[in-house]
């Protein structure tokens, strides 16, 4: 059974950043692994990927901003969020690719 805990989210001040953390269990994390994020009254929609190699992909709208990386070592994913925008507030998801398994999610709050 494929767990995933999210953490790392909170309240950040436009511009600002943080880092979030996505364990897996369950499954060998030798796989691709997706962000997502969900914002209010509207539908999930892709952050950013990273293969088993660490080669990774982004949405337009965070790219230069997020960085998307992960352990091996530690079965975790994280995604580094810089220069925050009210627009980021969102539940952020992790997601292995091919298994259709979903976390509690982590809230990012970006306000001032």
């Known amino acids: 059974q494929v767990q995933l805990v999210e953490s790392g989210g909170g309240l950040v001040q436009p511009g600002g950043s943080l880092r979030l953390s996505c364990t897996v269990s369950?499954?060998?994390?030798?796989?691709?692994m997706d962000w997502y994020r969900q914002a209010p009254e509207k539908q999930r929609e892709w952050v950013a990927g990273i293969t088993r190699g660490g080669a990774t992909n982004y949405a337009n709208s965070v790219k230069g901003r997020f960085t998307i990386s992960r352990d091996n070592t530690k079965n975790t994913v994280y995604l580094q969020m810089n220069s925050l925008k009210p627009e980021d507030t969102a539940v952020y998801y992790c997601?292995?690719?091919?298994?259709?398994?979903w976390g509690q999610g982590t809230q990012v709050t970006v306000s001032s």
């Open positions: 997601k292995p690719t091919s298994f259709d398994s």
């Open positions: 369950g499954i060998d994390f030798s796989i691709h």
